[in-house]
């Protein structure tokens, strides 16, 4: 029977997987080559690492020229359970360029550790297929495979310090609630599955418009709770307020460069699996989840802000400021789910998502890496009086982490901005307007936490005046993400171009990618 | 060159500060001339808009124009679009020139962290001039919010001891403001696509849009408004108006010497050069909306009141001239409040005078504090015995400051008082107090620092000024002297963009301000005296010919 199946699959079905395999057989290759491979020359595994990623860029790279080669704007492959279209596409570069940065970051702070061992870039690779299933799932169990593959390979990356307490408490944590919240978010499918008989989107989008046809007054209460627990898993997967305990307790007990990862590319994934699900498969119930969501939002934006205010480590504070940034692109979901499909705001809204979720890469992962660097053989160098007088030690750093924080904050002309603005524009385009104007006053509140660092980077002298060594894939690391804050920040021009096209707005009129 | 002028000027302070990014931070003197060098060069560079914007002086419309909509961001609708009209070039000479004075002025009193001080204070000057020169709101909100940053770091690094305080304050309260105008753009951006079906945010063509919201059935007066008190908000606590005006007196005292000299020169302007280029344009039918209007001219007088009495009981000498500028900034706001030609550009000439007479206020204590390192009048007495040349020049100071005629302040509050009264004369029967009260903080404080005989044995050797210092007051003295004596220039400069700006507001109750009729002087004379305009009409055009 199984052989009649994979008889089915052709060459177009391998095509689109290609990035998805490359990446899984460099994973394997790096725990057979780490056997073999010396104590001295374990560097070696964080190359293949790189090398898997740009493979499996390549393949990417393949799959477009084959799509416009055809004039598609996205093909979908073993029976409609993954779509590459632009969408997926944008977010597999989006991954690709987290884990290559997060992996330059992690190669001299796991020395430092004593933890330098093949298995973290293998179970990072792991969790990047993991991702990639997530973007380009059609199908509620491969994107559900998707998220599992990812979360147990973040779980055991977040425990990675074995020696580390923290690393233990924060490993155990996750786990018990990520496993929660899985177990939420399948019974919520289920559900689904069980109301309108599909486990495609597609299906369970089409059954949801034949339910609402055939009892136009209300909505099924079945419906809603199964949007409900749906919603809680998502909640809980990209740690909206009240689901978010489990992150900042995460964030710090992890390595500095695993929560930096997780803060933006497991994020990204997770934003990436909510937005098929309400995008693409629960449209129909738009009208229920956009109060659930402005709600949450709220909450998110409100809880997140003032819990920053007060933070003294670094790693939580910044944790709590990622909690925050959700309840901004939550915003985002909310203008582009309260239109009609073509108006301005869906697309503002939806290209401030994406965009938010690109220059959030770079600016947080930037300064992570800040933060990642201050690790010392005898300084944990995660809390405020470790950064303090910053740029005495290393006033590059300094510099790079203040170019970050401000574009955290949202101050023009840096990246972060851009993010920021679209949903702004969004929400003012769907008369949100009490709700903009909420958002944008808790930005002030976020320049008041992020600043915070600012003063003690500058402003303070510091307890520790040796200078700070910084290795040279860190050097490289923060080169990058500081250089596209700043260059998307004052050019932004293409990379919105590069948003629209993920949307297909730029190039074709017809957005039929968008909402099929 | 005469096509790209306001790049030139825009970007040399930053070019200036990527320099001394390369000069080893050792080498203090080296990168403090450099930093002079570039301060003097950027305003040098500025020097050659004065003859090319003085012939066409009259001419409608924005000069210098760089640039064209949209070019920068097209997908957004951005553009780098750069031009300036008589307001914004006075405010773009007067920020070169306190540049160039406050640079001078630093060169003992930072010790240290030199480098950076510099760096920042040059990307500080380069987001000024930005602001001024912008004419895409999107480009104006990058410069207005960028500009904050160095602003913070100048305050918190360099500043007193509650520096860190002040600093965030500063930068809270400021942000406050602009994200609610951003908000409020953005309506303006969106309902100038509803319009045109286009996505700009070229000022032009918002102020044809942004005007019809108020008739506009589907929004109404309330919404406008609403955005109008966005931009208020924003404007308001820049200037300060009271009652958001609590950031000031903390971030000017704390700030070194040379941040507060911008900060009170430049900075504050930019608020009022906000309500003239936006809020004016963008909402007439708001500003003149009698309680709109009511509410700004009582928080001016009431600014101008309260800012002079507290002036009056405080013991910091930079405290008193920070209210001080509380009570200024309130005659700007009635000036443009008035809303007749008089009164607005009374309102941009007190602006300079204000940037010219409190620079030189703050220049002057820094000169003291630098000296004995504390700033309590109580410490000082008899100081004219010992530094006789410091003496004089603070005296004209702060008779400039006070308003004395001959000298700059009294021509600027004399046209804004001239222009209230035109409109109502309970108006200005309030706010001449404030002129009063100028002259009571100032004189007294003067007869306590520098009369009587030298009581401290402290300031028994203070040195009189050094020629650097006196360098540092001339050209402040000399601009003092140039309004006080023959402001006419600066009135003509003004003439037609304050009359497009009044036409524009109340064009129904100042038809002779229709642009195409020109007049010289409509500023200080009331505009129904067409006759005269017409003789004066016939005499501009023979210069013309001349030429």
């Known amino acids: 029977m199984s052989g009649n199946l994979a008889q089915n699959f052709g060459r177009v079905d391998y095509l689109m997987a290609l990035p998805v395999i490359l990446l899984t057989l460099f994973a394997l290759g790096i725990l057979l080559l780490d056997l073999m491979l010396p104590a001295q020359w374990k560097r070696v595994n964080a190359f293949t690492a790189l090398g898997g990623i740009l493979f499996s860029a390549s393949g990417i790279v393949k799959i477009q020229l084959a799509l416009n080669a055809a004039g598609l704007p996205g093909e979908s492959a073993f029976l409609n359970s993954i779509v590459v279209d632009r969408f997926t596409i944008y977010f597999w570069y989006l991954f690709l360029a987290g884990a290559a940065i997060s992996i330059l970051m992690s190669m001299r702070y796991l020395e430092i550790e004593h933890e330098n061992h093949g298995e973290f870039y293998s179970l990072l690779l792991f969790s990047v297929v993991g991702m990639m299933c997530m973007a380009a799932g059609f199908d509620v169990v491969l994107i559900f495979i998707g998220l599992e593959l990812m979360a147990i390979s973040t779980y055991v990356l977040v425990g990675f310090l074995r020696t580390d307490r923290r690393s233990n408490e924060a490993a155990l944590k996750y786990l018990l609630l990520g496993a929660f919240s899985s177990g939420i978010f399948a019974y919520g499918l289920s559900l689904f599955y069980g109301l309108t008989g599909s486990t495609s989107l597609l299906g369970i989008r089409s059954g949801l418009v034949r339910l609402a046809a055939s009892h136009p007054d209300h909505v099924d209460p079945v419906a809603v709770i199964a949007l409900l627990t749906v919603a809680t898993g998502l909640f809980f997967k990209i740690a909206a307020i009240p689901f978010h305990q489990w992150l900042p307790d995460a964030y710090e007990g992890a390595p500095t460069s695993v929560t930096g990862f997780m803060s933006v590319a497991v994020k990204a994934a997770a934003w990436a699996m909510l937005l098929r699900i309400f995008i693409w498969g629960l449209y129909p119930l738009r009208t229920v989840y956009v109060p659930l969501l402005i709600f949450v939002s709220i909450l998110t934006m409100t809880g997140a802000n003032l819990a920053a205010l007060t933070q003294s480590n670094l790693k939580r504070l910044l944790a709590y400021s990622s909690i925050a940034h959700v309840g901004y692109m939550l915003l985002g979901l909310v203008a582009l789910a309260s239109v009609t499909y073509p108006a301005p705001a869906f697309f503002d809204g939806f290209k401030g998502i994406l965009l938010y979720l690109l220059v959030y890469t770079f600016m947080n992962l930037g300064a992570f890496g800040v933060i990642a660097s201050l690790r010392q053989r005898n300084v944990i160098g995660d809390e405020m009086d470790d950064i303090a007088g910053l740029y005495f030690r290393a006033p590059t750093e300094a510099v790079l982490m203040l170019i970050f924080l401000l574009s955290l904050a949202g101050i023009p002309p840096l990246a972060g901005f851009y993010g920021k603005y679209f949903i702004f524009l969004s929400l003012i385009e769907s008369g949100h307007y009490v709700l903009a104007s909420l958002a944008v006053l808790y930005a002030v509140f976020g320049l008041y936490y992020y600043m915070r660092i600012a003063n003690q980077m500058f402003m303070r002298e510091a307890l520790d005046k040796t200078l700070l060594p910084i290795s040279a894939g860190m050097r490289l690391a923060l080169g990058v993400t500081a250089f596209a804050t700043v260059y998307i920040g004052i050019f932004p021009e293409q990379f919105i171009r590069i948003v629209n096209w993920s949307l297909g707005i730029a190039q074709t009129a017809s957005v039929a990618t968008l909402v099929r | ?547």
């Not at chain 2, 966005?230 to 941040?259: N, Q, R, S, Y």
Request: net charge positive.
């Open chain 2, 1 to 547: 060159m005469h096509n790209h002028i306001l790049s030139i000027i825009l970007f040399t302070p930053l070019a200036g500060a990527l320099l001394l990014i390369f000069v080893p931070k050792e080498s203090k003197d080296a990168i403090r001339w450099i930093a002079n060098i570039v301060a003097l060069a950027g305003l040098l560079v500025s020097v050659p808009l004065v003859p090319w914007f003085w012939a066409q002086r009259f001419e409608p419309g924005f000069k210098f124009m760089e640039g064209a909509p949209n070019n920068w961001i097209p997908s957004i609708g951005a553009g780098y679009v750069l031009g300036i009209d008589g307001i914004s070039f006075l405010l773009i000479m007067l920020t070169t020139l306190l540049g160039w004075v406050s640079i001078l002025s630093s060169w003992t009193a930072i010790e240290n962290r030199v480098k950076e001080y510099y760096i920042w204070f040059l990307v500080l000057q380069t987001g000024m001039l930005g602001v001024f020169m912008a004419l895409d709101f999107f480009l104006f909100f990058v410069f207005w919010e960028a500009m904050l940053v160095p602003m913070y770091l100048l305050i918190g690094i360099w500043g007193g001891p509650r520096k860190l305080y002040a600093a965030i304050k500063f930068f809270l309260y400021t942000l406050f403001g602009s994200v609610l105008m951003l908000l409020a753009v953005l309506f303006l951006y969106f309902y100038n696509f509803h319009q045109t079906g286009q996505y700009t945010f070229s000022i032009q063509a918002l102020y044809k849009t942004a005007p019809l919201i108020f008739h506009d059935p589907a929004y109404g007066s309330t919404f406008a408004i609403l955005l109008f008190l966005a931009f208020f908000l924003a404007f308001a606590i820049k200037v300060p108006m009271f009652p958001f005006h609590t950031w000031l007196p903390d971030a000017h005292v704390e700030a070194p010497t040379a941040g507060s000299v911008i900060l009170a020169g430049v900075l504050l302007k930019m608020g009022t050069y906000g309500f003239v280029r936006f809020s004016l344009p963008f909402f007439p039918d708001v500003v003149m909306h009698p309680k709109v209007r009511g509410w700004m001219i009582f928080l001016s007088i009431v600014g101008i009141i309260y800012g002079a009495l507290v002036s009056l009981m405080q013991k910091d000498m930079k405290k008193l001239v920070a209210y001080s500028s509380v009570s200024h900034l309130g005659f700007c706001t009635l000036g443009i409040f008035a809303l007749n030609p008089a009164g607005l550009s009374g309102s941009v000439l007190q602006q300079i005078n204000h940037g010219i007479s409190t620079g030189a206020l703050f220049l002057i204590v820094g000169i003291l504090y630098e000296r004995r390192h504390t700033r309590e009048i109580s410490e000082y007495g008899g100081i004219s015995n010992v530094m006789p040349v410091y003496a004089t020049i603070t005296m004209i100071m702060f008779l400039s400051s006070m308003g004395l005629p001959l000298l700059n302040g009294f021509v600027g509050e004399f046209t804004i008082l001239q222009g209230t009264f035109m409109e109502n004369w309970k108006w200005a029967a309030w706010a001449v107090p404030g002129v009063i009260l100028a002259a009571a903080y100032l004189l007294w404080l003067y007869q306590r620092v520098f009369f009587g005989t030298v009581t401290n044995p402290k300031n028994e050797k203070l040195h009189d000024l050094t020629p650097r210092e006196l360098l540092t007051f001339a050209p402040l003295v000399i601009v003092a002297f140039w309004i006080g004596l023959y402001p006419k220039p600066f009135f003509q400069i003004l003439e037609q963009p304050v009359n497009q700006i009044v036409y524009t507001v109340r064009g129904k109750d100042y038809p002779g301000l229709q642009p195409g009729v020109q007049s010289v002087n409509a500023a200080i004379r009331p505009a129904d005296d067409a006759g005269n305009a017409a003789a004066v009409q016939t005499a501009l055009n023979q210069s013309k010919g001349t030429k």
